[in-house]
């Protein structure tokens, strides 16, 4: 019995501090509804916007630009390509702590035509500054 409990113990805190996501952002948007995050780090400033375009057959089209590239991703909610990383600063030395934002793909409302979504920053030595800028919809 003690064993077991011991052994529950400690696979409940490897589980803690296995949580290698530094925070979590929420973010729904209509069509062509845009968010903006300004992420800083060392003496660089940089934007990372999201939108999404069309929803047809399950699969949601989104444009995303970082760093003055644009990508474009399709993306399901049935776990295949459910999300996508976008890594913040090159990989130099820091090629396996490079920070990241793990965008995932969580809900399609139809009623309201609007796209849920988790932006996860994973910063695991707290390189960079995150701030979300207002909504826009583009034109």
């Known amino acids: 019995m003690f064993a077991r409990l011991f052994f529950l113990g400690v696979l409940f805190a490897a589980t803690l501090s296995a949580n290698e ?4 952002y929420p973010v729904s948007l209509k ?3 845009q968010v903006t995050f300004l992420v800083k780090y060392a003496t660089y400033k940089r ?4 939108r999404w375009t069309l929803f047809v057959n399950e699969g949601l089209v989104l444009f ?4 003055k590239s644009v990508f474009q991703n399709i993306l399901y909610l049935n776990g295949t ?4 990383k976008v890594f913040l600063k090159p990989k130099g030395a820091d090629r396996y702590e490079v920070p990241y934002f793990l965008v995932k793909f969580k809900k399609f409302d139809l009623k309201k035509n609007r796209a849920k979504f988790e932006i996860f920053l994973s910063d695991k030595r707290s390189q960079m500054q995150v ?3 207002k909504k826009t919809i583009q034109k």
């Open 81 to 84: 390509n459910q999300s996508f």
């Open 47 to 50: 934007e990372f916007t999201l």
């Open 131 to 133: 701030e979300r800028k």
């Open 21 to 24: 996501y530094a925070m979590m």
């Open 64 to 67: 995303h630009t970082y760093n």
């Open 31 to 33: 069509k062509d509804e």
